[in-house]
């Protein structure tokens, strides 16, 4: 076996650490051949908590997990990392305004950046997938100067499944019949999940679902509220599907996307399609090599500019709101 790939989860006691960890040490991320070196992160409190779930870890015995390391400094447990899952964030809590929010998890990302910063390792990639994921990554990628910027991601990877899933069952094809779906902007209540782009069986999809009405008020709005929807049903929030897809966007990372399709990945922009130089937006992406591009030359029509402007302005006001916090 080769040398372990060092993964650091952040949040590790929380309920999406309790699906991500078991699959991460499994090979779901990294496949049966390379074995991986959890490097758990928590705040003090939720320590003996992690230690309960690294006793799981070890009872399960995983031929591909090669060490786990536990703490609450980010400059230890980040140490030599070659992949930081930052799904640890502050949670909005009664009364609280946005902005409270905002400074709250700047706090906790500020700091994770600079350490990053300090001691990752050099092919170091980063997802966030605590939330606000885009502005939570926008301010770990300003407080780590050294790493390269296309290193930092936000997911809107299970936004992009859920609307694979809806399409999927409007015109009763598997999922694998569904390629080319994008998520746009912010991964909330704004984004803008795209049919036009999106084909099913080789074609286009808004053509075949062939009814405006469902698209609009139907399928974006499930797609966009799926999260409340499902703390509705179970009482608590999405965790297994949200660390499936944390696994499908790092894999898609390493691996890149399969000839003639793409993904969603929330990167840093270069103004492509209008989204202002330095936001972390949603965008369909190719990756190749371990780097992402965003695709070029997509056609976009009034209704979808409207829907990406209106999202891409929410992420322009946080980065505001964190700008006059001092976070970035
Ligand atoms: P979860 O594990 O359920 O969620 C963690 C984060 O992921 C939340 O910000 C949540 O956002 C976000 N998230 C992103 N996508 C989704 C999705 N589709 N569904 C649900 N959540 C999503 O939270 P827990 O409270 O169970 O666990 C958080 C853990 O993080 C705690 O153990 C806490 O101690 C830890 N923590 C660790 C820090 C650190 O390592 N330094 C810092 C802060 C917290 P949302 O709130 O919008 O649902």
């Not at 230890?76 to 930081?84: E, I, Q, S, T």
């Not at 949670?91 to 409270?100: C, T």
């Not at 297994?240 to 000839?259: F, K, M, N, V, Y």
């Not at 972390?280 to 190749?288: D, G, R």
Request: a negative charge; glycine letters at 10%; aromatic letters at 6%.
């Amino acid at each position: 076996m080769s040398t372990p790939v060092k993964v650091a989860v952040t949040g590790a006691a929380g309920q999406i650490g309790y699906s991500l960890l078991f699959r991460l040490a499994s090979g779901a991320l990294l496949g049966p051949d390379t074995p991986i070196e959890l490097r758990l992160l928590e705040i003090t409190p939720a320590l003996k908590a992690l230690e309960g779930v690294v006793m799981e870890l070890d009872d399960c015995a995983f031929p591909t997990l090669a060490g786990v390391e536990i703490g609450d400094d980010a400059t230890k447990v980040f140490d030599g990392v070659n992949l930081a899952l930052l799904v640890g964030a502050r949670p909005r809590g009664p009364g609280m305004e946005r902005g409270d929010l905002l400074e709250a998890n700047g706090g906790i990302f500020a700091p994770q950046g600079k350490a990053l910063n300090e001691v990752a390792a050099e092919d170091i990639r980063v997802t966030v997938t605590g939330n606000p994921a885009n502005t939570n990554a926008l301010i770990a990628m300003s407080n780590a100067p050294d790493i390269p910027q296309s290193r930092f991601s936000a997911l809107t990877r299970l936004d992009h499944n859920r609307a694979i899933s809806q399409l999927a069952a409007k015109l009763g094809v598997p999922v694998t019949e569904i390629t080319k779906m994008t998520i746009w902007g912010n991964h909330s209540a704004t984004q803008y999940p795209d049919l036009f782009h999106a084909e099913v069986s080789g074609r286009n999809a808004a053509e075949a679902v062939g009814d405006q009405d469902w698209l609009a008020n139907t399928f974006i709005p499930t797609v966009a509220k799926r999260g409340a929807a499902i703390i509705e049903a179970r009482g608590s929030s999405s965790a297994a599907s949200a660390a499936s897809a944390t696994i499908d966007h790092a894999r898609t990372w390493l691996q890149g996307t399969p000839e003639g399709d793409w993904v969603s990945m929330s990167v840093v922009s270069d103004g492509s399609y209008g989204v202002a130089e330095g936001l972390i937006s949603s965008f369909p992406v190719t990756v190749a090599n371990g780097e992402w591009s965003i695709v070029q030359g997509l056609d976009i029509d009034d209704f979808s500019r409207g829907k990406i402007d209106a999202s891409v302005a929410e992420l322009a006001e946080e980065r505001e709101a964190v700008k006059e916090l001092g976070l970035i």
